[in-house]
């Protein structure tokens, strides 16, 4: 009995497993299929055979570093993380209110945002239930977790968490934080004109005076991409930071880093005094008038080499480019460090953490999230996917000599210089692509120069502060906070351009202004920040 019931079994044994090889063959050649591996997600499938992921991002795209989705890098990952990515490219001025419409409406989300962070509305967002609470899935994220570890950053990463005590972004992250972007001036007109290099906001406006005398058609100072460049960099010198680009991310809220607590920097006295020097500037002719509206990279490129204007607050990396058009002999372009201002030299304020990525809610209802976020996790935070992203494919955009970093000389002798050919040719360094940052990595793509002025910066005291803390709001305490921050800020713009430009008088009107403002509750605004700020 046993015999007879064992030949049948055994012969369907066989059956089974013929059945399956022929399913599994490659044909009729006789070649298998490999053997089945486990995906990122957990799934067994044969290798080589699982489809690709496919995701919608939505990327902000700069005037400066036009996004093309056949860049060497987009390709690269494309093809080493078996993933089908599918852009939403938006300028990058819209891109705040374009993610704000998404997440509040849910259903036209794209799977992954790039370049956010959770601060202001976002954060209003994220407890109310728009964002996926990253944080909950430490487990898939394995490379974000070592690198945070490997550059100790915990701290940091923990005053990221929201008031449920739960962090919704991967935020990018930097072993340390560098000065990549200042004044830059014609060094040989310095010299020309016997000025030394300015290191106070009063030699500014000295060598900017002494240039439109010479030159009266200019307008000496331009500014790279708009206004908002030009107050990052600047305002921290005058105690204050607001606006588009504020350090807060508030618009109209400072940090007092001395006490530690918020205040109505919009309506402050240090606002006043910075908005009374760049009006002056303004009405001397002395700053472009262009700078209201975005300038594109041409077409400040241009001005600066055929010396319609002299300064530009803008990045290191855009000096090769400019000095490469300039027709002038001895041309000569150079950054210094921060001015010094009623409140010191100081910079735009810079974290180890910056905006990163967030997942939509409606992402983390998908059946393969979990294999989004691993894919996601390697791509942008693994040993392998932070080199790629910022030196690219090794024996095409770079080579190692021992362990040096070498540059092709295409890339060596580009008009633009090392970082921004590597960036416009190949997307190599592009902000929202690059979520890894290793100081000494990057200082390989500059001159000796440029190493040499963050060293000097490095040794000023506080020349780069801190990113204000975020409060703890809980969801109800983050909406109230964001219905009294649009208004706040459209005003604060309006007044901002009128103060500017002159149309309205800083000393006349500024009372008014003022008032303005504390009917629109500024103060409740800010006192709500410092009510949640962590104990």
């Not at 995701?55 to 005037?63: E, G, K, R, V």
């Not at 490997?150 to 990018?172: H, I, Q």
């Not at 006043?272 to 490129?301: F, H, R, V």
Request: charged share 25%.
């Amino acid at each position: 009995m046993f015999k007879k019931k064992l030949v049948p079994l055994t012969l369907a044994f066989v059956l089974m497993m013929t059945t399956l090889l022929a399913c599994s063959s490659g044909g009729s050649d006789g070649t298998t299929s490999p053997s089945p591996s486990t995906t990122p997600g957990g799934s067994t499938t044969p290798a080589g055979k699982e489809e690709p992921l496919k995701l919608s991002i939505y990327y902000p795209d700069n005037a400066t570093l036009p996004f093309k989705e056949d860049w060497l890098l987009i390709q690269e990952i494309e093809k080493r993380y078996n993933v089908d990515f599918s852009f939403e490219i938006i300028p990058l001025a819209d891109y705040p209110t374009k993610v704000s419409l998404a997440l509040n409406t849910g259903t036209n989300a794209p799977d992954v945002i790039l370049n956010q962070m959770t601060v202001g509305e976002n954060a209003s967002l994220a407890l109310n239930g728009a964002l996926a609470p990253i944080s909950d899935y430490a487990e898939w994220t394995p490379n974000w977790n070592a690198r945070v570890e490997e550059f100790g950053l915990k701290e940091e990463v923990a005053k990221l968490n929201l008031k449920d005590g739960k962090r919704y972004s991967l935020p990018s992250l930097f072993d340390k934080p560098f000065y990549d972007g200042g004044l830059i001036m014609r060094q040989d007109l310095l010299k020309k004109h016997g000025l030394a290099a300015p290191k106070t906001f009063d030699d500014l406006y000295t060598a900017l005076k002494t240039f439109k005398q010479e030159n009266p058609d200019s307008y000496p100072l331009t500014i790279l991409a708009g206004a908002r460049v030009l107050y990052r960099m600047t305002m921290p010198s005058f105690g204050v930071s607001v606006g588009k680009n504020g350090a807060s991310g508030t618009n109209t809220l400072s940090w007092d880093y001395e006490k530690k607590e918020y205040f109505p920097g919009a309506i402050s006295d240090q606002y006043k005094q910075y908005m009374t020097y760049m009006a002056k500037l303004y009405k001397e002719g002395l700053i472009d008038p262009e700078m209201a509206e975005p300038i594109d990279g041409d077409k400040w490129a241009q001005k600066l080499a055929t010396g319609k204007s002299f300064a530009s607050y803008a990045y290191y990396d855009q000096i090769g480019g400019v000095e490469a058009s300039a027709t002038e002999p001895g041309f000569d372009l150079q950054m210094y460090p921060p001015l010094e201002g009623p409140d010191g030299a100081h910079h735009q304020p810079k974290s180890s953490t910056g905006s990163g990525i967030l997942f939509p809610t409606k992402t983390s209802k998908r059946a393969d999230f979990e294999r989004i976020v691993r894919t996601i996790d390697e791509i942008f935070f693994s040993e392998e996917g932070a080199t790629l992203a910022a030196l690219g494919v090794e024996g095409q955009t770079y080579t190692m000599d021992g362990s040096t970093i070498k540059y092709p000389d295409d890339i060596v002798n580009a008009k633009e210089g090392i970082y921004k050919a590597m960036q416009l040719k190949y997307g190599l360094g592009a902000d929202p692509l690059q979520l890894v940052w290793v100081n000494e990595r990057e200082m390989t793509k500059y001159d000796e120069n440029y190493r040499q002025i963050n060293k000097v910066v490095a040794g000023m005291d506080q020349a780069i502060q801190s990113i204000p803390p975020s409060p703890l709001f809980d969801d109800m305490t983050a909406e109230e906070a964001s219905s009294l921050q649009t208004p706040l800020f459209d005003t604060f713009q309006i007044w901002a351009d009128a103060f500017l430009t002159g149309k309205k008088d800083l000393n006349a009107d500024w009372d008014q202004y003022v008032k303005e403002m504390k009917n629109l509750q500024i103060e409740k605004f800010n006192q709500l920040y410092n009510d949640n700020m962590a104990k």
